[in-house]
């Protein structure tokens, strides 16, 4: 019964807001009124389960399908427009690996897609190495032309996983394992130093007691919480004037349409449904939709993984929300190059340091 109802949502959606999913429960009950709660509207229990539905469907991976009168909808509202990413100016050297050509590149992406599209068990070691060999070709075709994301993506489907982004990442910085460093560094050093620089400032008032009622109802989820605050506040702490902090991140509420909210995402950024500290939902969006499900990573992870979406589809940072980012390559990454010309990121830093 669950699964049917959640068929017909699906058709226009994959996030519908709480309003929607009550509305549905409302008609299944009118229809079949036997299958009304005993307590309360009658309808609870059934919205719960479309929601954990619905929840169930994005992790397995089954899209839905908008029509197009909803998409034309969603056009006809006058939504705000974003400025389109601009891609970084930046130097590669191409250099193939020995004996590799375009031609045996391609075939190399043949197999890389062959083996991405299996539902399970897929060889990684064997991405893993294919992603090595092509990395000259992919970067010098990426960097060279015009390529929508979705295009390159398609291409190199391993890219659509956090797998994908932390090896190329790596490529790209010449690191070992650039995000496990960043993220590390992020939980280890700075998470208490920001909570506790935030704690007296007034743009910090919404997300610090939010944080310090989770830590007393969830004492055994301290550590999760406190991270999820820290993000969250970062791009609070440094906001720059006409900007926004949800170019970062993007936490939506019940009432909020998730399907828009990705749509509207022109720059990569965090995109999360629930409270910050118990997500319901965690990605990583760009170019109108979703490029990392990323489920219960650790929030201190997916700030990481954010930061490797831009190096690797070659975006550079919002320039109202810039700070942030130049905060995370300077203390996470120890990349100053930009970063000290910031007064604003050197002065945040240094306030954190004392």
Known sequence: MTRDVCSSLRVHTMYPTKAEREHVAFLLIKKFPFLRDAIGSGIGSWETAFKNRFKNLRKTGQKGVETSTARNHNND?????????KKRRIEEIFEMPE???AETCQEHVKAMKKEMARSSNRNLAMVKELMELTHSHRRQWFLKETVPISSFIEEYPALKTPFGIKAEFARILGRKNPVREMTETFQQVWVEKILAFAEPQQIAKGVVPAMKDALTENPSKKKGIEEAAAVLLLPRLLWEKGGSTEDF????????SLDNVIKQTKFPRIIGSGEFWDLDMLSIAVEGEVVLDLGSTSMAATLSL????????????????SNAFFFCEAALLDIHQTAKKRVAVNKFISALKM
């Open 77 to 85: 509202m006058g939504e705000k427009k974003e400025p389109q990413p």
């Open 99 to 101: 004996g590799e050509t």
């Open 249 to 256: 991140i993007k936490i939506c509420t019940e009432e909020e």
């Open 306 to 321: 954010l930061v490797a979406c831009y190096y690797v589809f070659n975006i550079m940072y919002p320039t109202k929300c």
